[in-house]
């Protein structure tokens, strides 16, 4: 839960300004080619965006779908994502 839901929610809704199913405050609703190039500007490493792909799928809450989704399009390892920690 963030600081922007209702108590007892237990996860961000998508008319939550910080959901991450909906995008971000001004962010939502651009198309999905910007949410690329806006990763990219970051890395465009493929073992990189594999990790943090890895996070999201990690995610206990359930939500990190959409964020897979994006690293995934912008080039993710996702055999590192999917690799099991421990």
Known sequence: ???HCPPGTG???R???ASPAGGHGTDRGKPR???IAAVHAVTR???LLGIQAGVAMADPQ???GPTVE???AA???MEIAEKPRC
Do not use: H, K
């Open 62 to 64: 359930g939500i990190g």
């Open 70 to 72: 994006l690293l995934r």
């Open 1 to 3: 839960m963030c600081r």
């Open 11 to 13: 996860w961000c809704s």
């Open 45 to 47: 490493d493929p073992r």
């Open 15 to 17: 008319s939550c300004p």
């Open 33 to 35: 080619a910007d949410a």
């Open 75 to 77: 080039g993710a390892d």
